[in-house]
């Protein structure tokens, strides 16, 4: 590995500068030591190449609080939190167990950093924690794990944020106490799409030949699609994925707004001897929601019979890989819009289709054609 510059870096001017060599692999590990009791972040910067990225706060202090996260973030599921005050003996940081109030008075707040700033606080014991600056009272009980203290942060919407929590009644320590928490990023549960409807006709949902008729091939139908919260019900073992039910009975997320896509099962489409037709005007964008929801009301299949509606939102509030999806909804029946019988000039039926007309794969009826008699 290369030196770094300045070597040794004792300026205390907060820069250094690393050139990698072959043998780093890309990977790189430098020790980083602070006389000064704050907080700061690190930030790695490649000028030449415009990439940049940067850590968590990271607190230097002689006490400080860790938060750690429950690794499932569902709007509306109680997320089960740690937090521990941790200190140092000038050689080993360690949980103080000294620190063990039964009733310890806690100012939480939390940091969006612009992200769905309208979005509802989430909570702790039923006490609202509103966005920084302003911090609300709390009370943990550092008393049963001596030095730490669970409790749950409850939420009612989704949103991207930091937990920050400080004791500042100086009660343990002449120094505020301060712990700021990775990154939350809370999901919708999933997607509901409800109100599937073509005008007053309401989405019978069917497959079969004799199935009730939803409305013809290539009209518009309307359809409401909705970011919802958490419930016990659906989620018997409390991973945050639906185990039983449909998304359609759960509340709606208020702030939720990413864009999602409604689309056409690749498998679920009836008859099963024909082909899936596509679905037009089927993206909701980021900005279309409101109140969490919003409705599409020119949807548009291109085939006759029925298909299974699927939707999906990738990379909730820009995390790779954060994907919410919804339930496989079965539309239909779809009928031809019309049925066009063209002539020769000798009077003979022709098989050839208009110009400008879809030709369907399938009908599902059979059509008695009589040829009149000539004249």
Known sequence: TNPTSPNPDNDDDGGVSYTYALADNGVITLNLSNTHAETLTITVNDPLNAVSSTSIPITFASNVFIITEDPIQVGGRPQAMNVAMWTDDGSNCFIDTNYNSASQSIEASIDRAGVLPGANDPSIAGITVPDGPATASVTLDFSVTPG????????????????VLADLTGNFSDQAIVGTGNLLTVRPFGLSVTGIMAGATANPGGTAPGDSIFTAAGSDFEATVAGVLWAA????NNDG???SGTYAGNAVAPSYAWDTTLSVSGAGYTPATGTPGSLANNTVLLADFSAGSFTINNLQYSEVGSFTLQSSALDFLGIPGLDIVGDDIIVGRFTPASLVISTTTDGEFDNTNIAGLVAYTYVLSLIHISEPTRQ
């Open 148 to 163: 730490q203290a669970g409790f749950n942060l409850d939420t009612s919407d989704v949103g991207q944020y930091r937990l």
């Open 233 to 236: 019900a659906d989620d018997g």
């Open 241 to 243: 994925v639906l185990d």
